[in-house]
């Protein structure tokens, strides 16, 4: 039988050239090592490698609702800043090739240089949240999915006026999981 498989593929003969087969895994090789890559940068443990990041932002997670919560759903990196669809999630990865470069060229490389620089990151992550109408958040939260009665009173009187004036998540809840810069100025 495996003769017959060799002779109906292989031979010089048949039309169907071993170039092909060979092509076609290869590129399913080197897909799955693409997207194995891809997934691992967005894990936490990507996210906080350099000690910046896990000194600051990671330390102020995890006293935020995201982290740890009562239905014991753990929000991580990715899910508020990558978005899900390949094409978005592709310019998400290219865009954040920028933050890396700061990275490396040591613009950020220490706690006070990162502080320095945080009311410009963050107008950064909530220009592209609004952008795209708070898309990583929607991901989870869904205005047509909420039960405003149950809601606390603020939000409650909040979420329904937010429908009417199209705002999106990211007007309200800046500083949500991460500490808000000293210089951002609330309209509340």
């Not at 997934?39 to 896990?54: D, L, P, R, Y």
């Not at 592709?90 to 040591?106: C, D, S």
Request: aromatic share 10%; with cysteine; charged share 25%.
């Amino acid at each position: 039988m495996l003769k017959n498989i060799w002779t109906t593929f292989f031979q010089p003969s048949r039309r169907f050239p071993i170039g092909i087969l060979l092509g076609g895994v290869a590129g399913i090789i080197l897909w799955g090592g693409f997207n194995t890559a891809l997934e691992a940068t967005n894990s936490i443990g990507f996210c906080i490698n350099c000690h910046e990041m896990e000194q600051t932002v990671y330390q102020e997670y995890k006293k935020s609702v995201h982290y740890k919560n009562r239905s014991g759903v753990r929000v991580t990196c990715a899910d508020c800043h990558v978005p899900r669809a390949w094409l978005p999630k592709m310019i998400r990865k290219i865009r954040a090739t920028n933050e890396l470069y700061h990275k490396l060229a040591g613009s950020i490389d220490t706690l006070e240089k990162f502080e320095a620089k945080r009311m410009v990151l963050a107008e950064r992550v909530w220009q592209r949240m609004e952008s795209t109408d708070s898309l990583e958040c929607r991901n989870c939260h869904d205005y047509q999915a909420m039960d405003f009665e149950k809601q606390q009173r603020r939000p409650r009187e909040k979420h329904p006026l937010a429908i009417k004036q199209n705002e999106t998540c990211i007007d309200c809840h800046k500083g949500i999981a991460h500490q808000l810069p000293e210089e951002y100025e609330s309209d509340d």
